[in-house]
C-alpha cells in the first residue's frame, strides 16, 4: 500500500470527504465487527494534552465510541503528542488491531488543542465510520468534560464527511512511524573505543559525544555529532628504552544521509579530528616527553538500534588519513611513525531527547 502526505486547509464551517484518507480498509473492517469499544493509552506533557481530555472531544464527535481497560479482541489505541519544527506540535496515532497488525496517523497542527482536536476526529472516524463530524467544542471543565452532542448523519453522500480542524496537516501511512514531518533530535553517548594508528599498538579509550539531528522520512537527515575522546597505551618495551602513548582528540562529523531498516538506524558521515599525541619515554639515557599535534579527516558509519524508552545502543566505525606524521624515537633510533591512516571504532549507549 502506498502512503502519501495530504494537506487540508478548511474553514470550521465546511466540511470536506477526507474519510478515505484518514482510515484504510481494514481499520473501517474491525471497526464494523467488533463495535466501538477500544483501549486507549495517551502519551503526552499534561500541559499540552491529557487522556481526559482526548476521550472528551472524541465523545463530543460520537456517543458510541467506549473506553476500556482490557479486554480480547478490540484494538489498542495509542496517541502521542509532542513539539514539532518552527513551533508546530506534532500528533500521532497508532492503531494495533486484534490479530496483531497495525498502522499509523500522522500529522501536524499549529498547537495542543488543535492536534489534539484533529486525533480525536482520527480516532472517531477509526472507531465509528459511520460517524459524521463538525468542529467539535472544546473541553467544558479543565478536566477534560466536554459537551457531548450525537453524530450528524447525511444518508445522501457515499461516504461519510468529517471537517479537518484548520491548518492541520495529514500524513498517512501503514506503518508504524511513516510520515515525511521533520523532527529535531538531541542525543548524548557514552563508549568504549578503540583507536588503530596513532601509536605503535591500538589504543583504548572512552569517548562521549552529543548528536543533534533532523530526522525526515527522506534519506536527506542531517545531523551533526561531536566526539570528545581520550585513548592511551600501556608502557611498551622498546630494545632502547620504555615508552607510554596518550590521545586526546575532539572529532566532528556531518551527517547528510540516514537509513532506516527496520529498528537498525544508519548515518554516513563526513569526518575531521583534532588533538593532542603524547608520549613519554622511560628507563632511557635521556627521558623525555613529547607532545605534538594530531589531525584527521575521512568518514565514518554510525549504526544505532534502540532498546527501551529513548535508550539505544550506538556503534562507530571510521578511517581518517592522518594530516600529520611525526615519528618517535629513542635517539638515533626511530621505533615508531604515525600510521598514514588512523581507524577508529567505538560501542557504547546513548539516550534520545526527544
Known sequence: MRSERVSVL???????????????????????????????????????????ELIARIAARSTRIRFVPDGAGIPTLTARIESGPKGTVVAELIVV??????????????????????????????????????????????????????????????????????????????????????????????AAEVVRGPAPVAMPGVAVEAQAALDRSSIWSPAVILTLTHAWTNELVEPDGHAVFTLDLASLEACPLRVVVSLLEARLCAAGSLGRLAARGSITYDPRSAA?????????????????????????????????????EFSPAVFHRVDSVTLVGDLGIGVRFP
Open 10 to 52: 478548511v474553514s470550521i464551517s465546511i466540511s470536506l470527504p477526507v474519510v478515505a484518507l484518514l482510515v484504510s480498509a481494514p481499520a473501517a473492517t474491525w471497526a464494523q465487527a467488533q463495535g466501538s469499544a477500544a483501549r486507549l493509552e495517551v502519551d503526552a506533557q499534561p500541559s499540552c494534552s491529557t487522556r481526559d
Open 97 to 190: 488491531e486484534p490479530d496483531g497488525r497495525r498502522f499509523a496517523r500522522r500529522l501536524e497542527a499549529p498547537s495542543c488543542p488543535a492536534a489534539t482536536d484533529a486525533l480525536a476526529l482520527v480516532v472517531a472516524i477509526t472507531l465509528d465510520p459511520s460517524a459524521v463530524t463538525a468542529e467539535a467544542a472544546p473541553p467544558a471543565e479543565a478536566k477534560g468534560t466536554a459537551q457531548a452532542g450525537p453524530p450528524t448523519v447525511t444518508p445522501q453522500a457515499p461516504a461519510p464527511e468529517a471537517a479537518v480542524p484548520r491548518d492541520a496537516h495529514l500524513d498517512t501511512g501503514p506503518a508504524e512511524g511513516a510520515g515525511a514531518t521533520s523532527t529535531r533530535r538531541l542525543t548524548v553517548a557514552a
Open 292 to 328: 605534538r599535534p594530531f589531525a584527521t579527516a575521512g568518514g565514518t558509519i554510525r549504526l544505532s538500534v534502540p532498546v527501551v524508552w529513548r535508550v539505544e545502543i550506538r556503534a562507530r566505525f571510521g578511517a581518517g588519513a592522518a594530516l600529520w606524521r611525526d615519528a618517535f
